[in-house]
């Protein structure tokens, strides 16, 4: 099966601008996360879609990224405007379910704000 | 609040020697355990996964126990290779509210040849 996509691969704004991030899950999969890896760290859940609506979205930093998944199928992760401490990589993942036995991972989008 | 910690790295070992990376948690209820690895430049794979109390997930050589007497499930390899290499992150599953996984900070293994 195909596997979690992500776009773009790599990113280079300066602070104060606007990004975007896309995710195509596998195919079937309901549940869809956003997750933000800064160097070093763990994967810290932005938010969680159960097919086009939002589960949890208690760490995501609503007064600049908003994340959509229209038609329960591809979702779009924004950030508007961008800080220095958004540098990170911005992994997508997806499940079946809830993840009982696991998420499957895309490659993640590295972004770097300078 | 819940939370996994793992042992810091990074781990450098010769090859074929003996791995094992600690990880300990904190959580209500009991939770799901996994292990992740995520090679340069590419998202974490799942590795092994154990979902109740003395359940052992194993994969490519890789085991793990989970210990509720201990809160632990450390990962562990007989003998390890070069292109074991990355970062290995341990996760609990939350068996309630949201179902979030929480994550480790993270373990980096070296392998020498």
């Known amino acids: ?114 | 609040g819940d939370s996994v910690t793992q042992m810091e790295g990074p781990v450098t070992l010769s090859e074929e020697a003996f791995l094992t990376i600690n990880c300990t948690y904190t959580a209500t209820g009991y939770p799901s355990l996994f292990w992740y690895v995520q090679y340069p430049g590419e998202g974490l794979q799942l590795l092994l996964k154990a979902t109740k109390a003395d359940d052992k997930g194993s994969n490519k050589g890789f085991e793990a126990t989970y210990r509720k007497e201990t809160t632990s499930f450390h990962l562990e390899k007989g003998s390890v290779q070069v292109s074991d290499s990355a970062v290995y992150f341990c996760a609990l599953r939350r068996t309630s509210g949201t179902y979030k996984y929480i994550f480790g900070t993270g373990t980096r293994l070296k392998v020498l040849a």
Do not use: M
């Open chain 1, 1 to 114: 099966e195909a596997g979690v996509a992500q776009s773009p691969r790599y990113k280079i704004i300066e602070k104060r601008q606007s990004v975007a991030f896309w995710c195509n899950p596998i195919s079937g999969h309901a549940t869809l996360y956003w997750y933000q890896q800064i160097l070093g760290q763990g994967p810290k859940l932005l938010i969680q879609f159960q097919n086009n609506g939002v589960v949890d979205d208690s760490q995501l930093p609503k007064d600049r990224f908003s994340a959509e998944r229209l038609k329960g199928v591809d979702s779009t992760l924004k950030i508007q405007p961008a800080k220095l401490e958004d540098s990170a990589v911005y992994l997508c993942a997806s499940s079946l379910g809830e993840g009982l036995y696991g998420y499957t991972f895309g490659s993640g989008t590295r972004l770097t704000v300078v």
